[in-house]
């Protein structure tokens, strides 16, 4: 039997399609956007002034997945990409009203494709999925869920913990995962016949808020960096002792990623001592990042293709995350022969031969954490040295085989 795959968004969706295309099992692939350059709105680049052009292929470059093949892939117009105008433009409300809008759309093409006569099973995304699946297990098709992210009844629960000491650190979208969301989430997983997630982190905050019946239906699958981008990184060179540490971080800018203890711990290290570069969308308000900006440098959320070379011109990847399911950027730092600063939270990557990990989180940690690396090069060569061989533990042919072993083991 053959898998159909949907997600709305992205995420690591466009590797399970692939995964399942090289095993000869998928049945089709669903998602908003898929860069195709001789179809509309992407052939407009070809058309546009030059400036315009650049940063509209910058931005479709971040949906360029050339091993899929176009003929299994479907996708639901132009809802997505005026979410993201919207969301690149600041108006949040608007982009969430757009997002709620697409997603119905996508909810009704998949409906329409469920009710097909082909027997296949369906493989969605958590927050997605509830309305497909309900369908799914009305026609009898075996449902896998690939939950990306921990339980949110944890989530909200360190982030109400957090908002006592670092409440002006908080967008209002930042603080809870509404109710509604999280009974949606439960929905999900009674439906399902699998439930896979990417860390054993993200595994056990399902164990503790779902029940025992979800529990049971729990598999890690971990995820893989993309090696059509990452494998053929730059051995990484020595940091001379002289040389200032250059430090990283890629995702979301907001207090879940501990983005308040990592510019506070970086304040206080000798400005000729180290760099900071953050990339990703900015989810702090304005007036708070301020005060550290002229310490740092920002790049807004760039093309997939441009981050392995943002990642070469550094050293250490710092993720202090207090809640993910598991974070890619974490593997491709490994391929790119960073040492790695993480929190359990963040799910897979670092090793003691390979970096830090954080056993609490605070911002006296985290700076003890940057001071090591700063303090200790030689140390901090032998973690960017082990690097790319940890990372061959996250190669996308073991994600593969292990989606082949899980359906077997499945039965389908």
């Known amino acids: 039997m053959n898998v159909a795959v949907f997600h709305p968004g992205t995420q690591h969706s466009w590797q399970t399609a692939l995964a399942l295309q090289q095993l000869g099992r998928l049945e089709w692939y669903a998602t908003s956007i898929f860069y195709q350059p001789d179809r509309f709105p992407y052939r407009l680049e070809r058309i546009a002034p030059a400036p315009l052009a650049r940063r509209m292929n910058r931005e479709f470059r971040r949906f360029s997945h050339p091993g899929l093949n176009p003929e299994l892939v479907r996708t639901t117009g132009l809802a997505e990409w005026l979410e993201r105008i919207a969301a690149r433009a600041g108006w949040r409300e608007l982009a969430r009203r757009l997002d709620a809008f697409g997603n119905k759309r996508f909810v009704a093409q998949i409906e329409a494709a469920l009710r097909a006569p082909e027997r296949f099973a369906l493989w969605g995304y958590s927050g997605s999925s509830e309305t497909s699946f309900a369908l799914g297990k009305e026609l009898g098709r075996p449902l896998i869920l690939d939950r990306t992210i921990g339980d949110f009844r944890v989530y909200n629960a360190r982030m109400a913990e957090l908002q006592d000491r670092y409440g002006e650190w908080f ?29 054993e982190f993200a595994a056990e905050t399902i164990r503790q808020c779902a029940g025992s019946a979800v529990a049971a239906k729990l598999k890690v699958l971990p995820y893989c960096f993309d090696e059509a981008l990452f494998a053929q990184q730059p051995r990484p060179a020595k940091v001379a002792r002289d040389e200032p540490v250059r430090f990283l971080f ?59 070379r943002i990642m070469a011109e550094h050293h250490v990847l710092v993720f202090p995350s ?91």
């Open 171 to 199: 967008l209002p979208t930042e603080r809870s995962v509404p109710q509604e969301h999280i009974e949606r989430d439960q929905r999900e997983f009674e439906l399902a016949d699998v439930v896979l997630v990417g860390s």
């Open 250 to 308: 890629v995702g979301q800018i907001n207090p879940r990623k501990g983005i308040h203890l990592l510019l506070e711990a970086f304040d206080r290290l000798p400005r000729a001592a180290a760099t900071l570069t953050l990339v990703g969308d900015l989810r702090v308000p304005r007036s708070v990042f301020a005060r550290y900006a002229d310490r740092l440098t920002y790049l807004p959320t760039v093309a997939r293709a441009d981050i392995p």
């Open 322 to 412: 207090y809640f993910e399911g598991s974070a890619l950027s974490l593997l491709e730092a490994l391929a790119s022969g960073l040492a790695i600063i993480q929190t359990p939270s963040s799910g897979n990557g670092v090793t003691p031969e390979t970096g830090i990990m954080l056993d609490r989180l605070s911002v006296d940690t985290v700076h003890q954490a940057l001071l090591s690396a700063i303090e200790d090069h030689d140390q901090l060569n032998a973690w960017r040295a082990a690097a790319p061989g940890e990372a061959q533990s996250y190669t996308f042919g073991r994600y593969r085989d292990a989606i082949g072993a899980l359906l077997t083991t499945m039965g389908i």
